[in-house]
């Protein structure tokens, strides 16, 4: 009995275990993509946590923290994915939560990949998203307005 052996295909034909999605362009305003505003990647942060501890239902403080369990690791990488999706860079997104480049990688590839499997969580996360750019969204024109009745 002979086995039959598929080809195996040329390295530069294959693809990415996954691609991530831009997010929803018209809600987002332009200061977003600006890498090197510390101010801002902090205000993502503090928002990020804030509105997954809400939604979720637990304290802020246990969303970033290091156990093992199943549910703080997924707060965790629900956390590190949003904050991707915003600020667009892996590598600022783990500086900014004193985690590496791969615990980063590994947090946004498990959350893609429960997305691709349940459109419930992908609709819940992109509600989220909204609800984060929106909120910071406000904070920054009441910062700009605080910013002019100074002047």
């Not at 034909?13 to 991530?20: D, G, K």
């Not at 809600?27 to 990020?48: G, M, N, Q, T, Y």
């Not at 909120?135 to 920054?140: A, E, G, P």
Request: proline fraction near 6%; hydrophobic fraction near 40%.
């Amino acid at each position: 009995m002979k086995l039959a052996i598929a080809p195996i295909p040329p390295i530069e034909s294959q693809r990415p275990a996954f691609t991530i999605s831009p997010p929803v362009e018209d809600a987002k305003p332009e200061f977003w993509r600006l890498p090197h505003d510390c101010d801002i990647r902090e205000s993502v942060r503090k928002a990020v946590i804030q509105h997954v501890s809400r939604a979720f239902g637990v304290d802020e403080g246990a969303v970033m923290e290091r156990h093992r369990d199943n549910y703080s690791t997924w707060l965790r990488h629900v956390s590190i994915y949003l904050m991707v999706r915003l600020v667009g860079n892996r590598s600022a997104v783990g500086r900014m939560i004193d985690r590496d480049h791969g615990s980063v990688c590994n947090a946004v590839n498990i959350v893609h990949r429960h997305c691709r499997q349940f459109p419930t969580i992908r609709a819940a996360l992109e509600d989220l998203e909204r609800e984060i750019i929106t909120s910071l969204d406000r904070q920054r024109q009441s910062e700009v307005r605080n910013l002019k009745s100074e002047i």
